[in-house]
């Protein structure tokens, strides 16, 4: 069974842009969870999504969304970047919202 | 709100020998579930091992396993006969409604 995938792996963009990750869940899992991930903060969750419903909100600004489609394919949008947002994003998809979660290779997004 | 503490930032032990990483938190809940992840230095993050709060019964998994104490909501990971590729960040997560995961602990495992 294919694993999480993440795409793009790695992306370069400057202050003002914005950006578009996708994530593709392991076949038969309809929870779909994002997190930023960087030195100083640690692993912070931004948002869960579960059969196309956003079910859970971390706390961060309005410039971070997300979505599901009904194939459970998530994609997270970041507007207005700033330099800030550079980070590792992970996304992890699970069967349900009490299993554990399986991780994507994540998506390095660099901020100039 | 639900919080997940995990007090050793980084932490080295001699390769086969066993070390211990601490972990607790606070819900007041009495459903969850909490897990082990680790994440080695080429990031992918894995699941190593999980246990359900209403099992009495620690989990294991070959050299991993942990001593649960709900009362006290402790959740350590015990890595026996550690080896160079348990080197890894390792992070505590609590899950009910909501997954919360703790800031990690950087292990090195020295040859």
């Known amino acids: 069974k294919a694993g999480v995938t993440q795409t793009p792996r790695y992306l370069i963009k400057t202050r003002g842009q914005q950006v578009t990750l996708s994530c593709s869940p392991i076949?038969?899992?309809?929870?779909v969870s994002w997190y930023q991930q960087t030195p100083g903060q640690g692993l912070q969750f931004l948002f869960e999504?579960?059969?196309?419903?956003?079910?859970n909100k971390g706390n961060f600004p309005g410039r971070f969304s997300g979505r599901q489609f009904s194939n459970s394919r998530s994609e997270m949008n970041v507007s207005t970047l700033e330099l800030g947002d550079s980070a590792l994003y992970l996304c992890?998809?699970?069967?349900?919202?009490?299993?554990?979660?399986?991780f994507g290779p994540g998506t390095r997004l660099t901020v100039l | 709100a639900q919080t997940v503490t995990q007090s050793q930032p980084e932490m080295s032990v001699q390769e086969a020998e066993t070390v211990t990483l601490s972990c607790t938190y606070d819900?007041?809940?009495?459903?969850?579930?909490l897990f082990w992840y680790k994440q080695p230095p080429s990031r992918q993050m894995i699941l190593v091992i999980r246990q359900e709060a209403y099992k009495q019964q620690n989990a294991t998994e070959n050299r991993f396993s942990v001593n649960f104490q709900k009362a006290a909501k402790s959740f350590s990971l015990k890595i026996s006969d550690s080896q160079l590729g348990d080197t890894a960040m390792y992070f505590c997560?609590?899950?009910?409604?909501?997954?919360?995961f703790g800031k990690g602990t950087r292990l090195h495992i020295l040859p």
């Open positions: 076949s038969g899992h309809r929870s």
């Open positions: 999504y579960f059969s196309e419903t956003q079910r």
């Open positions: 997560a609590f899950r009910d409604d909501k997954i919360i």
């Open positions: 992890a998809s699970s069967r349900d919202r009490t299993n554990e979660q399986f």
């Open positions: 819900t007041s809940e009495n459903n969850y579930y």
